[in-house]
């Protein structure tokens, strides 16, 4: 799974920055500023999931960063549970565990 490449340090300062650069660039929404101004270079893998989390579908991102694999996806509903509550660790240890 593509996701597992990602540094959690490096993605969450990107997704912090991601409304200030929009504000500063006086767009309405963050979508419009990824669509139109921000293009990350292969090399940065957290640049391109943001841009991917406002700019795709779900199930393109699913397939992009998690893997075609229906049994991936029913993994999804504890990586997002374990995201949402704060538990980061746990988040990589669940997605290891079942990849």
Not at 57 to 82: C, N, P, R
Request: one cysteine or more.
């Amino acid at each position: 799974m593509k996701i597992l490449e990602l540094d959690e340090k490096k993605l969450g300062q990107q997704l912090l920055a991601a409304p200030l650069t929009s504000h500063q660039a006086n767009h309405k929404w963050i979508k419009s500023t990824m669509q139109d101004y921000i293009l990350p270079s292969e090399e940065n893998l957290e640049g391109q999931f943001v841009h991917d989390l406002y700019t795709k579908d779900t199930q393109s991102i699913i397939d992009k960063w998690y893997g075609k694999d229906l049994h991936q996806q029913a993994v999804m509903v504890e990586v997002f549970f374990l995201w949402i509550t704060g538990a980061m660790e746990g988040l990589f240890f669940c997605l290891n565990k079942f990849s």
